[in-house]
């Protein structure tokens, strides 16, 4: 059974900075591409980021390019998403996603998400 498990949310200041990490198991973790993705409050869902398999190639939603890094560790299935220089149009509930092996913004597995609160 595939599971994702999102941690690291929290209320932070604006600027500050945050470690999102997602824990998956039930499946081969480094054969699939991996997202986050976030949806603020009354929103639909926004992809944030993903990272390939091998976690050499990133890919960034224009308003966090520059301010946020995905990573993962495929020895220890997890991914990770680093927050810095937060605002507070960044709030929101943030879940890991494992991305459909063929098609683009396609996601077969979500967790249940973390929260992340920015506001002074």
């Not at 998956?24 to 591409?33: H, M, N």
Request: net charge neutral.
């Amino acid at each position: 059974e595939v599971q994702l498990v999102e941690s690291g949310g929290g209320l932070v200041q604006p600027g500050g900075s945050l470690r999102l990490s997602c824990a998956a198991s039930g499946f081969t973790f480094g054969s699939y591409d991996m997202s986050w993705v976030r949806q603020a409050p009354g929103k639909g869902p926004e992809w944030v980021s993903t990272i390939n398999s091998g976690g050499d190639k990133t890919y960034f939603l224009d308003s966090v390019k520059g301010r946020f890094t995905i990573s993962r560790d495929n020895a220890k299935n997890t991914l990770y998403l680093q927050m810095n220089s937060l605002k507070p149009e960044d709030t929101g509930v943030y879940y890991c996603a494992r991305d459909h092996v063929s098609y683009a913004y396609v996601f077969d597995s979500w967790g249940q998400g973390t929260q992340v609160t920015v506001s002074s």
